[in-house]
């Protein structure tokens, strides 16, 4: 089991940039992929991005994709979100989450462990 704590939200104006952090607890963070999604009011949870074990491979939605970058540190049991050129429609509570599962692991259906998410709110 892993347990998952993000950091890093904010606010921020419309062009800027945040990193977000996911902590993983446990010995075992680099036999996980590691997804974030976001979840808008009133919107369902949306897969963003998601990174393999080894960090080789990393895929995106289309609507943030030149934006966002995903990253992992398995030495230090972390994933990153790296965010620029953030616009409103980017606000949203971000989540990360982990699965054993094999790839693509593009919906909340793939993920097993699930932070309690970090809020992003970008003004206009």
């Known amino acids: 089991q892993v347990q998952l704590v993000e950091s890093g939200g904010g606010l921020v104006q419309a062009g800027g940039s945040l990193r977000l952090s996911c902590a993983a607890s446990?010995?075992?963070?680099?036999?996980?992929?590691m997804g974030w999604f976001r979840q808008a009011p009133g919107k369902a949870r949306e897969f963003v991005a998601r990174?393999?074990?080894?960090?080789?491979?990393?895929y995106y939605i289309e609507v943030v994709r030149g934006r966002f970058t995903i990253s992992r540190d398995n030495a230090k049991n972390t994933v990153f979100l790296q965010m620029n050129s953030l616009k409103p429609e980017d606000t949203a509570v971000y989540y990360c989450?982990?699965?054993?599962?094999?790839?693509?692991?593009?919906?909340?259906?793939?993920?097993?462990?699930w932070g309690q998410g970090t809020q992003v709110t970008v003004s206009s």
């Open positions: 990174i393999d074990k080894s960090g080789g491979s990393a």
């Open positions: 446990g010995r075992t963070f680099s036999s996980y992929t």
């Open positions: 989450a982990a699965t054993s599962r094999l790839l693509p692991a593009q919906t909340v259906y793939s993920y097993d462990y």
